[in-house]
């Protein structure tokens, strides 16, 4: 009895333990190797948006903007690229570099006509009745698009019955075709796998992705892209676990070499746009880039219900929008090396020295150490103060970064 008393207690230690590092999974295997450049840069950080701002962002994901299967070719070889033709425009204007999201089959194309879709009936979450007909439509998008697109990205979350009725064989099947075709038109097109979902942590697109890579479908893919999403009780922190059970998947199939990027990710808040969402945006990116996600893919820019960041009506810029430029004035050209838990409190080491410091709820006294010697706090409001003669500080939900000498 006295055995099993101190298994359980030690147990205990562990879990409730005051200090403990985060060591992501992928790092172990991958981002210790000393010739990969671990150094953010503005590539990182991309978007979802039909409108554009002060805002900054690189890489510019074309989910909800018009220009699905349905939206490009309404009737059979009736092409409509007026609205793509826009987008691709706006993006080499601006420097932003596309990913276009493809599949969600126009109803005449449908295997099943009569699934329901919630962008309407022109629009069906179904395979195609005819693989030659979902090959048409990549060699055409890719032919006129050739050299100004360089990202493919098979289908939006098929784990979901909105977006995807059917086997995974079948997906396999057309992540295929489109792999072979895409390349033979560029070989340098990429393409990343269908993005399952990771709604507030539910692992279900995880078991889809291990059944879809167990099929084959890591053949027909560059990159590995996944979702993740957070709200009121499930908090940005539950990444470290479903990023490293992801990475557990991708070892098992041998393709933990291949990039992984977040292609679509947000928050889903009561209390939406106010100062927690602010501290979500910065939490978020922190612990992606830190876990070893390539990309980062905000969702959205205009859109109200999830990850709002600019209100459009009003011309005006969210708390949480803010929260996203300073975030990447605080990231762009350093280096993640550390992250630890410290009796609650978040401690985020960058290579210039600085700390980010954050709690997953409420808040905590921190005494600076003295051998920091801390001399600004930076707050994701924008603004900064100068440490003078301060022993403590309230950490809280939302992230500060502390300058150090």
Same mark, same amino acid.
């Given at each position: 009895m006295n055995f099993f008393k101190n298994i359980i207690l030690f147990l205990f230690f562990l879990i409730t333990s005051v200090s403990c590092v985060i060591i992501p999974f992928r790092k172990s295997n991958i981002h210790y190797n000393s010739t990969i450049d671990l150094t953010i840069d503005a590539n990182y950080f991309g978007m979802h948006t039909t409108h554009f701002s002060e805002i900054p962002f690189r890489f510019w994901r074309l989910w909800d903007a018009y220009v699905f299967w349905p939206d490009l070719e309404k009737e059979h070889n009736q092409w409509h690229f007026e609205t793509l033709d826009k987008h691709v425009e706006i993006a080499e204007k601006n420097s932003y570099t596309i990913v276009l999201t493809l599949g969600q089959t126009p109803y005449w194309a449908a295997s099943n006509p009569y699934i329901k879709s919630p962008y309407g009936d022109r629009v069906k979450p179904v395979a195609p009745k005819s693989i030659d007909l979902w090959a048409n439509y990549i060699r055409v998008v890719g032919t006129r698009y050739k050299g100004r697109i360089k990202y493919w990205e098979i289908w939006n979350e098929p784990d979901i019955f909105l977006f995807y009725n059917g086997s995974i064989q079948k997906m396999v099947e057309l992540a295929k075709v489109a792999y072979e075709i895409l390349k033979e038109i560029d070989k340098d097109n990429q393409i990343i796998s269908p993005s399952i979902t990771g709604w507030k942590g539910w692992p279900g697109g995880l078991w889809w992705l291990d059944m879809y890579l167990s099929l084959g479908g890591g053949k027909y893919c560059d990159i590995i892209g996944f979702h993740f999403y957070n709200g009121d009780l499930t908090y940005p922190e539950i990444a470290f676990t479903h990023?490293?059970?992801?990475?557990?998947? %991708?070892?098992?199939?041998?393709?933990?070499?291949?990039?992984?990027? =977040?292609?679509?990710? $947000?928050?889903?808040?009561?209390?939406?746009?106010?100062? %927690?969402?602010?501290?979500?945006?910065?939490?978020?990116?922190?612990? =992606?880039?830190?876990? $070893?996600?390539?990309?980062?893919?905000?969702?959205?820019?205009?859109?109200?219900?999830f990850g709002w960041l600019y209100d459009f009506k009003n011309n005006k810029i969210k708390d949480s929008g803010i929260a996203y430029i300073e975030i990447q004035k605080w990231l762009i050209g350093k280096k993640i090396i550390g992250l630890r838990k410290e009796n609650g409190i978040y401690i985020c080491v960058l290579n210039s020295k600085e700390k980010i410091l954050w709690v997953q709820r409420g808040k905590k006294e921190f005494y600076l150490p003295k051998e920091w010697g801390s001399k600004e706090i930076w707050f994701l409001n924008g603004e900064i103060t100068e440490i003078k003669n301060i022993e403590k500080i309230n950490i809280t939900e939302t992230p500060v970064m502390i300058l150090v000498n």
């Open positions: 990023i490293k059970n992801l990475y557990e998947i %991708l070892k098992r199939h041998k393709l933990l070499d291949k990039p992984v990027w =977040n292609t679509e990710s $947000g928050f889903h808040l009561r209390r939406k746009f106010n100062e %927690l969402a602010a501290g979500y945006v910065a939490r978020m990116h922190i612990i =992606n880039i830190y876990m $070893g996600v390539d990309k980062f893919f905000w969702y959205g820019m205009d859109n109200e219900q």
